[in-house]
C-alpha cells in the first residue's frame, strides 16, 4: 500500500504561480503512473495534468501551456508547476497513483485563485 502526502496549496492572486507537491511512501515502480485532479463544486473530480515512470507527460486542454508536471525519482516526488492562474483553475486538488488496476489518492489541497 503506498500513501501519498501533499503539501503547497493556498490562496493565490489571479496570474499568480503555485506549486504542489506530492510525496509517495515508497519508490515509484517502472509501470505505475502518477497524475493531478481537481475537483470543483458540482462536478466531477477530472484529471490535470500526468506522468509516467519514463517521463512521458499528458495535459488536459485548459491548463497546456500554464502548468507543468514533472517528478523526481530519487525522493519519490511529483510537482503540479501552475503558471498564469485564473479563477477557473480553483478547486481542491488531488495527486494520484495509478498500478496493477488500482488509485490511491492523496490528502486533497485547496487552490483558490482569488484578489
Known amino acids: 500500500q503506498v500513501h501519498l502526502v501533499e503539501s503547497g496549496g493556498g490562496r493565490v492572486e489571479p496570474g499568480g504561480s503555485l506549486t504542489l507537491s506530492c510525496v509517495a511512501s515508497?519508490?515509484?515502480?517502472?509501470?505505475?503512473?502518477m497524475a493531478w485532479y481537481r475537483q470543483v463544486p458540482g462536478k466531477e473530480r477530472d484529471i490535470v495534468a500526468s506522468?509516467?515512470?519514463?517521463?512521458?507527460?499528458g495535459y488536459v486542454g485548459a491548463v497546456k501551456g500554464r502548468f507543468a508536471i514533472s517528478r523526481d525519482i530519487a525522493t519519490n516526488t511529483v510537482y503540479l508547476q501552475m503558471n498564469d492562474l485564473t479563477s477557473e483553475d480553483t478547486g481542491i486538488y488531488f495527486c494520484?497513483?495509478?498500478?496493477?488496476?488500482?488509485?490511491?489518492w492523496g490528502q486533497g489541497l485547496q487552490v483558490t485563485v482569488s484578489s
Open positions: 494520484n497513483d495509478f498500478i496493477g488496476g488500482k488509485f490511491t
Open positions: 515508497r519508490p515509484l515502480a517502472t509501470s505505475e503512473q
Open positions: 506522468i509516467t515512470h519514463d517521463g512521458i507527460k
